[in-house]
């Protein structure tokens, strides 16, 4: 089970899909040119001494490191793997964990973002602004191989997951699965949590109405349907499944998924049953 769980995380996880971009980029020697054209430009004089330290020393670090194409690769992997384009925002925060010359958050940011306006001049990407707050979007223009781009478009929030989760005992848990736990994080407070509750919502198995499964959803997001659809024929697959639960903020528990959701709407929650099943009856225990 632990090996089909994998493989499920490992056809719809979009980190995967970058894993296997950045591993693309290498193996075609695709960043070598890429790697002197970046670092011939770390040590470019632009006149502003803040500016010039802060690269010397990135530039200093990569090549103490030997790990220019490696970032070339991992930061041009994320833009790939968004073939309808992704906001600058998105990405800025997601690669500045790469930069190891400074522990200034906001100069780590800096340092991606000229490392993506240097690159947007070159045949990789392109840039626009797009949306009602014109949002700065970054769109592919690399060709990937057929095998990649079906790996990417098949991306999408994760399904339930067919195995039975691990107790969570603290919060940063990390599954025995390919990606670490997204919902008890420290992104919002480092407070107590119920982690006893969460466990009982996480391991409480589910499945699929055999009645639903004769209706089709009726939506005009035809994207959205099909994704569904798919996450749900693949499920028929196993005996049953599980729903991730998290907090919140304000420490309301939620369960992570789209698809597929007990608190999704009507249809979702309709295609859902417990496992382990019960008549209900007026019958007074």
């Given at each position: 089970m632990y090996k089909a769980q994998q493989f499920i995380e490992?056809?719809?996880?979009?980190?995967?899909a970058t894993e296997v971009i950045k591993d693309w980029l290498l193996e075609e020697n695709l960043t070598p040119e890429w790697d002197e054209m970046y670092l011939e430009w770390l040590s470019k004089d632009f006149g502003y001494e803040p500016k010039?330290?802060?690269?010397?020393?990135?530039?200093?670090?990569?090549?103490?490191?030997?790990?220019?194409?490696?970032?070339?690769?991992?930061?041009?992997?994320?833009?790939l793997a968004n073939p309808a384009g992704i906001q600058l925002q998105a990405v800025?925060?997601?690669?500045?964990?790469?930069?190891?010359?400074?522990?200034?958050?906001?100069?780590?940011?800096?340092?991606?973002?000229?490392?993506?306006?240097?690159?947007?001049?070159?045949?990789?990407?392109?840039?626009?602004?797009?949306?009602?707050?014109?949002?700065?979007?970054?769109?592919?223009?690399?060709?990937?191989p057929e095998d990649i781009v079906?790996?990417?478009?098949?991306?999408?929030?994760?399904?339930?997951?067919?195995?039975?989760?691990e107790p969570i005992k603290n919060n940063r848990v990390s599954w025995a699965t390919k990606s670490e736990s997204i919902f008890l994080n420290n992104n919002h407070h480092d407070l107590e949590v119920d982690t006893?509750?969460?466990?009982?919502?996480?391991?409480?198995?589910?499945?699929?109405?055999?009645h639903m499964l004769n209706w089709n959803e009726s939506s005009e997001d035809t994207l959205k349907v099909t994704k569904s659809k798919g996450i749900t024929n693949m499920l028929r697959g196993f005996d049953k499944f599980y729903f991730i639960y998290r907090f919140d903020a304000r420490e309301r528990?939620?369960?992570?998924?789209?698809?597929?959701?007990?608190?999704?709407?009507?249809?979702?929650?309709?295609?859902?049953?417990l496992h382990k099943q019960e008549i209900i009856t007026d019958e007074i225990l």
């Amino acid at each position: 089970m632990y090996k089909a769980q994998q493989f499920i995380e490992q056809q719809y996880s979009r980190k995967y899909a970058t894993e296997v971009i950045k591993d693309w980029l290498l193996e075609e020697n695709l960043t070598p040119e890429w790697d002197e054209m970046y670092l011939e430009w770390l040590s470019k004089d632009f006149g502003y001494e803040p500016k010039n330290q802060r690269l010397s020393d990135w530039k200093s670090k990569l090549l103490e490191t030997d790990s220019t194409n490696d970032f070339i690769a991992e930061v041009l992997s994320v833009v790939l793997a968004n073939p309808a384009g992704i906001q600058l925002q998105a990405v800025l925060p997601q690669c500045s964990r790469l930069i190891t010359s400074t522990e200034d958050d906001i100069e780590k940011m800096t340092i991606v973002a000229e490392f993506l306006c240097l690159f947007q001049y070159e045949p990789v990407y392109t840039s626009y602004k797009g949306g009602t707050k014109g949002y700065r979007f970054l769109k592919p223009l690399v060709k990937l191989p057929e095998d990649i781009v079906n790996l990417v478009n098949n991306t999408q929030y994760l399904p339930p997951m067919v195995m039975k989760p691990e107790p969570i005992k603290n919060n940063r848990v990390s599954w025995a699965t390919k990606s670490e736990s997204i919902f008890l994080n420290n992104n919002h407070h480092d407070l107590e949590v119920d982690t006893q509750f969460l466990d009982i919502m996480n391991s409480t198995p589910m499945a699929l109405d055999e009645h639903m499964l004769n209706w089709n959803e009726s939506s005009e997001d035809t994207l959205k349907v099909t994704k569904s659809k798919g996450i749900t024929n693949m499920l028929r697959g196993f005996d049953k499944f599980y729903f991730i639960y998290r907090f919140d903020a304000r420490e309301r528990s939620y369960a992570s998924g789209y698809q597929l959701s007990p608190m999704g709407d009507d249809y979702r929650k309709a295609q859902l049953n417990l496992h382990k099943q019960e008549i209900i009856t007026d019958e007074i225990l």
